[in-house]
């Protein structure tokens, strides 16, 4: 296990969005793979670069939009 001085969080931008969305859709698949698929991966990852990125307040990997929290 790494020692917690050796981790390093930083706030991620557009350009990390594509590696975000892999690794998001990744884990999604393992975790619940009983869950279909509503939207394509590409169209999840333009969403992720496009809309969840730009945002200002982003709390991890969830958004908020005016009705639903977005993951």
């Known amino acids: 296990m790494r ?3 050796d981790v390093s969080v930083e706030r991620a931008s557009v350009d990390d969005g594509a590696e975000i969305a ?3 859709l990744a884990s999604r698949a393992d ?5 279909r698929r ?3 991966y590409d169209e999840v990852r ?5 809309v969840l990125l730009r945002r ?5 990997l969830l958004g908020w939009t005016d ?3 977005d993951s």
Do not use: H
């Open 22 to 24: 892999d690794l998001y």
């Open 38 to 40: 509503v939207q394509p």
């Open 31 to 35: 975790a619940l793979p009983f869950l």
């Open 46 to 50: 333009s969403w992720i670069q496009n």
């Open 67 to 69: 009705m639903w929290w």
């Open 56 to 60: 200002k307040a982003r709390p991890g």
């Open 3 to 5: 020692d917690a001085k």
